[in-house]
């Protein structure tokens, strides 16, 4: 478990130093709608998915995580936001849950053109599959 949380610092850590290079988003949202900006899925035994995109005129950004079967997941997130290319800031958390499960990570303040939006869940015991989606709800 500790490689799994070493292995999701080191992803979230890479996510924070490119959140200000520029790069074209692969989304756009449109207004009143739910937006997946990611998703990521991965089998096994101690497995982790990740999730991970730039998210352009944010709304709420939320969490998903499933796994089949049901089990406890341990899930760490990032979210950096900018605008017109100033740093707004930076909120990150984890958490231990268990599947299914769906979790608010951040609210917009300060309006931000942009936000670079992350998250890695994993296996907390045994094995099986492990689903991860962040989404946007506008």
Not at 55 to 82: H, K, M
Request: aromatic share 4%; net charge positive; glycine share 8%.
């Amino acid at each position: 478990m500790r490689r799994v949380i070493a292995a999701a610092v080191v992803v979230l850590a890479v996510a924070a130093t490119t959140a200000g290079a520029t790069s074209s988003p692969t989304a756009t949202v449109s207004a009143s709608a739910t937006h997946v900006i990611a998703s990521g899925s991965a089998s096994g035994k101690a497995v982790l998915a990740t999730a991970g995109n730039l998210d352009p005129n944010p709304g709420t950004i939320e969490v998903v995580v499933s796994a089949s079967p049901n089990q406890r997941v341990f899930v760490t997130w990032l979210v950096v936001c900018e605008r017109n290319g100033v740093r707004l800031g930076q909120w990150q958390g984890k958490y231990t849950t268990r599947t299914p499960a769906r979790r608010t990570l951040y609210r917009p303040t300060g309006h931000p053109s942009l936000c670079n939006v992350s998250a890695i869940a994993a296996l907390r015991w045994g094995r099986g599959a492990i689903h991860v989606t962040l989404l946007d709800v506008s």
